[in-house]
């Protein structure tokens, strides 16, 4: 099992779902990984997959008191207020 040669070395780094780590040899990452991966890390890439590729999210903070004065129905709506 290794890592692919693009993993980053920092455990900080936002990691690209096609570099991760999966349990079979790196020859098979093309051929085997959905079949090796858990269902909701398959799910969680499409789902990035199908988002529009120009918007990214990072990290979004919000305190209590904001939260119930906004009250966002979404969290479109969070990121966008």
Not at 10 to 21: E, G, T
Not at 24 to 49: G, Q
Not at 50 to 67: L, N
């Amino acid at each position: 099992m290794a890592l692919h040669k693009d993993f980053p070395q920092s455990p900080h780094a936002i990691l690209d779902p096609a570099l991760r780590w999966f349990p079979a040899d790196e020859a098979l990452r093309e051929t085997s990984m959905d079949k090796l991966m858990p269902p909701l890390a398959i799910e969680v890439d499409r789902a990035n997959e199908k988002k529009d590729a120009d918007v990214k999210y990072g990290f979004v903070y919000v305190d209590e008191e904001s939260f119930e004065k906004y009250k966002p129905a979404s969290f479109r709506q969070l990121v966008d207020t």
